[in-house]
């Protein structure tokens, strides 16, 4: 690997969730909670709250837990420290396994875009009183992002990102500039998603242009060409790919390309397999940037993985097309043949 | 009681002793698949298997023996996906085995639709479709809309960012009386009610049923807004589709 290559962590997101019938779930003395350990190694408790045990995500068997963790430290009284720790963790978990950025996500937090923006002032700071990295401010709304780069700018190293700019709000590059931020710019239509390479690179390379009117700095720069299912359209890996290819050719070295590398394996077994082998051949089509879980899909792992085993050939024909509707893929998991 | 001894096919009888675990679901398709006839049992087989070239000669075969179409929908091609629906539910197959069991289903349903309409059996329904205003996602919709047709409905797709009033003018324009609107940000799942209420303003509420999802939307946010159902992903939604299909037909 010859230039570095930049993870962004996207774990502080509220929408993620552990399962009930997974490992992580318990119940102490009849409260139900999700375990955790805390990082000075004590065992941790993440009691679940009423609100969410009366949801229906939760009776399905879904616990959003850092939605939980944010809500339970924001709230105060004898609990709230279980949020903190729980967040305290997660947070250097990222960080140990080698986020760059930490993404900060709260739009499930509430509907309500005060307490979206109550939340996200909120997490900022308690998330740079835990580490140095800089963060990467991710909201769908651009006053939600407003209010969180205002406390994540640092200096130097720390200035944070702002997740993201594109043509629905082409504006927001502006907002990058006010705060001195980094720019994630996505290519998502005015009026729609992508359908192929070619629109993507189009509106991609509209968002760069936009992005460096403004005056921001080509290495300032992280396009997003956007990252489908896989499961969906065996032709959809390609898109990304050949848009890759296309936008490193056209802005040359300084830029960066990034990406939600893990939206690839939605809907399909052995997700860890096939984000490793999308992110290596992102890389290899010119990507040097990832917003990913590097606890699911360390680096080290990521690039050490043997392109010549089968398993990684089997992902491979998917993400290029080659294996329709992953029917290949889908039988050798059952086989077991996709394990490492 | 039916045992799994009364049905004939014996992929069929696999599938309900591997992948059913809940009771009652046992008991309805040991019932279902045991009043059916072999030859919509091989049907059903064909479309859980995802063989669409199968379902569409066997559904074909069924016709030309005289099988009425409405049989073939309900005993064969509907009776395959219910099993489908409840192994993906469980995890045991996956998105891209519940798309190629879909063209499955549509491979019969070419043979099936003409026919019904013919005779003058409505559709199953008519559904419009749409993602709200200011969202721009459409995967998750769009696969409700495979899933959709692929179980007889017809339907009417908006495309992203509806307005309000473009559901209102789609749901006169085909005298439609289902609508699903699909949201993947929290920042517009509001543009869900605030569509709900220009139902209300058309004064044409009480003729429609709305359906709602989308990765952050809840059921509880569902009834929040005012729609009359929530489906957690395109074979809820069609499972849905069908129950609020017979309030509004």
Redo the contacts between chains.
């Keep these: 690997m010859s230039r570095r290559f930049t993870v962004i962590g996207e774990n502080v997101h509220t929408?993620r969730i552990v399962l009930r019938k997974g490992k992580r779930f318990a119940i102490h003395g009849g409260v139900e909670g999700v375990k955790f350990v805390s990082v000075d190694g004590s065992p941790g408790f993440l009691v679940i709250s009423e609100t969410m045990r009366a949801?229906?995500?939760y009776d399905?068997g879904r616990i959003k837990h850092i939605a939980l963790a944010v809500d339970t430290a924001m709230g105060g009284g004898d609990g709230a420290q279980a949020g903190y720790e729980y967040l305290r963790r997660v947070v250097v978990d990222q960080e140990q396994t080698g986020a760059h950025y930490l993404d900060v996500n709260v739009?499930?937090i509430?509907?309500k875009?005060v307490e979206?923006r109550k939340a996200m002032e909120w997490l900022v700071g308690y998330v740079r009183s835990l580490t140095t990295l800089p963060i990467s401010v991710d909201?769908?709304?651009i006053t939600v992002i407003e209010t969180g780069l205002a406390v994540a700018t640092g200096t130097g190293d720390g200035r944070p990102m702002l997740n993201s700019a594109s043509l629905?709000r082409a504006e927001a590059v502006e907002l990058a500039v006010e705060y001195g931020a980094r720019v994630i710019v996505t290519a998502?239509?005015a009026?729609?998603?992508p359908s192929d390479a070619a629109e993507r690179i189009d509106n991609a390379s509209r968002m760069v242009e936009a992005a460096l009117r403004v005056g921001i700095a080509m290495e300032d720069i992280f396009v997003d060409p956007l990252v489908?299912?896989i499961?969906?359209d065996g032709a959809f890996g390609l898109h990304t790919l050949d848009a890759i290819r296309e936008i490193r050719r056209r802005f040359g070295p300084e830029i960066h390309i990034t990406g939600g590398m893990s939206n690839v394996s939605?809907?399909?077994?052995a997700r860890r397999l096939m984000n490793t082998v999308f992110i290596n051949l992102a890389v290899e089509a010119g990507a040097d940037s990832g917003i990913i879980d590097p606890v699911m899909n360390p680096l080290s792992a990521v690039f050490a993985a043997d392109r010549d085993s089968e398993p990684y050939r089997i992902a491979e024909d998917v993400l290029l097309g080659r294996d329709e509707?992953?029917?290949n893929y889908?039988r050798a998991w059952r086989k077991g043949a996709l394990n490492p | 009681m039916a045992q799994l001894s009364d049905i004939a096919n014996e992929f069929i009888r696999d599938e309900i002793e591997e992948f059913l675990e809940r009771p009652e679901e046992i008991e309805r398709n040991l019932a279902l698949f045991s009043r059916v006839s072999p030859a919509m049992q091989d049907i059903a087989a064909a479309l859980i298997d995802?063989d669409d070239v199968t379902v569409d000669r066997l559904t074909r075969k069924a016709l030309d023996g005289g099988v009425g179409a409405l049989e073939i929908m309900d005993d064969g091609l509907i009776a395959g996906m219910g099993i489908v629906g409840i192994k993906f539910r469980e995890g045991y197959v996956?998105?891209?085995?519940v798309?190629?069991s879909a063209r499955a289903m549509k491979a019969g349903m070419a043979h099936i639709e003409p026919i019904l309409a013919a005779s003058g059996v409505e559709p199953i329904g008519t559904v419009i479709m749409g993602t709200v205003q200011g969202d721009?996602?459409?995967?998750g919709k769009?696969?409700c809309i495979m899933m959709l047709r692929g179980g007889g409905f017809t339907v009417i797709d908006l495309?992203?960012?509806t307005s309000p009033a473009e559901f209102v003018a789609a749901v006169e324009e085909h005298s439609a009386h289902l609508i699903g609107m699909s949201a993947l940000?929290?920042?517009?799942?509001?543009n869900m009610a605030k569509t709900v209420e220009a139902f209300k303003d058309a004064g044409i509420r009480e003729s429609v049923r709305f359906m709602v999802g989308g990765?952050?939307v809840?059921?509880?946010?569902g009834k929040d807004v005012g729609a009359d159902g929530?489906g957690?992903d395109a074979l809820a939604c069609v499972e849905l589709a069908k129950k609020l299909a017979v309030e509004v037909n």
Excluded: R, W
């Design positions: 929408s949801s229906q995500a399905e739009d499930e509430s509907l875009l979206q909201s769908s709304d629905e998502a239509g009026a729609g998603m489908f299912p499961s969906v939605f809907g399909i077994p509707h992953c029917m889908i | 995802g996956f998105v891209p085995e798309l190629v721009l996602h459409d995967i769009n696969l495309g992203v960012n940000l929290t920042t517009t799942m509001p990765a952050p809840t059921p509880e946010f929530y957690k």
